[in-house]
């Protein structure tokens, strides 16, 4: 009895390793499958870095459906705007394994997402007003720089509060600083804009704040297919 129950013992802690090396293999090869669908699906300019949140995942694989899947991309241009990262979280992803495992196949998607895609000042400055320097201030961004007005280079400094329009970003003048002539005088030529109509993944931008790194867009969407064809 006790070699038996020894011997079952042994095939038990065989079994349950042996799972969980399956369970990390098809994690593994579903996290590579989903990152070269995004790449091929979304056209980006590398694959990004998958991760399926969650253990066991072969008990994910089995109900289709996941949670939460985290996309990490690095550098990628939009709109002629070059993004220095961008981080999605996939949620409510509803794929058979045998879809996630399986190149084309188009029933993989992802009922909500959630990103944030940062610009780095390099970007930011390009747009603003030539012979003017972009800083950030807080939660706002600084604008400092001369401007001809009345026939004269006048010194002015203002702050720029960051508004989301239909075109994608809107830097809007605050608080101006300028002396010798009237603040409306300088006031509109202090604003630029960013476009963005094309962001990852089909994402909708709904917030802008001002980091240290650069300004960090929040984007949203729903019912996102990942497949392989380009969207």
Excluded: K, N, W
């Amino acid at each position: 009895m006790r070699r038996f129950l020894g011997c079952l013992g042994i095939v038990l802690i065989v079994l349950v390793i042996g799972l969980g090396i399956l369970d990390r293999v098809a994690h593994s090869a579903a996290q590579s499958e989903l990152a070269g669908r995004i790449q091929s699906g979304f056209q980006l300019e590398s694959e990004p870095a998958v991760a399926i949140a969650g253990f066991p995942f072969l008990t994910q694989a089995v109900s289709g459906t996941y949670d939460e899947i985290r996309v990490t991309m690095g550098e990628q241009t939009y709109e002629d705007v070059q993004v220095s990262s961008v981080d999605v979280y996939l949620r409510e992803v509803q794929a058979p394994l045998s879809d996630l495992l399986t190149s084309g196949a188009a029933s993989v998607v992802a009922g909500s997402a959630e990103g944030t895609v940062v610009v780095p000042y390099s970007e930011v400055q390009r747009r603003a007003p030539e012979g003017f320097e972009i800083t950030p201030e807080g939660d706002l961004l600084r604008i400092d720089g001369q401007i001809t007005a009345l026939g004269m280079a006048v010194p002015v400094s203002a702050t720029l509060a960051l508004e989301v329009t239909e075109e994608g970003l809107q830097a809007v003048p605050q608080q101006v600083s300028v002396d010798s002539v009237p603040i409306e005088a300088v006031q509109d030529q202090l604003g630029f804009g960013m476009g963005f109509s094309t962001l990852p993944m089909g994402l909708q931008i709904s917030d802008a704040v001002v980091r240290d790194e650069g300004i960090a867009i929040t984007a949203t969407g729903q019912d996102i297919p990942l497949s392989q064809t380009p969207q």
